[in-house]
């Protein structure tokens, strides 16, 4: 089982920066995909950011974030970072780190097994 625990999450003004960090307890084959989605009371799950773990370093964005949000990687630590700019009300939600084996559509929430418990972040004046 691969376990994930998010960070990061808080509250930000309109404009500004977070950063979210996701820790993976292995890199595997369990893991080759990790992406970021996120939740808000009501609506369903939407995927923001995708990135391959196994050294293509392949990335994708939900359009609504692309040119603002940005996702890495630091496979020394087995972490993955969303590096979150010129943060929007919209953007407003609780945040989940997945992990899956890389088959099915990026954003879609079935090609995940495995989730964090979530950070919460609020984009507000």
């Known amino acids: 089982q691969v376990q994930l625990v998010e960070s990061g999450g808080g509250s930000v003004q309109p404009g500004g920066s977070l950063t979210l960090s996701c820790v993976a307890s292995e890199f595997s084959m369990r893991a080759r995909v990790i992406a970021w989605f996120r939740q808000v009371p009501g609506k369903e799950r939407e995927g923001v950011a995708s990135i391959s773990t196994s050294g293509s370093n392949f990335s994708y964005y939900a359009d609504s974030v692309k040119g603002r949000f940005t996702i890495a990687q630091d496979s020394t630590k087995r972490t993955v970072f969303l590096q979150m700019n010129s943060a929007k009300p919209e953007d407003t939600a609780m945040y989940y780190c997945?992990?899956?084996?890389?088959?099915?559509?990026?954003?879609?929430?079935?090609?995940?097994?495995?989730w964090g418990q979530g950070t919460q972040v609020t984009v507000s004046s």
């Open positions: 997945a992990s899956g084996s890389g088959g099915g559509a990026w954003f879609h929430v079935t090609s995940y097994t495995y």
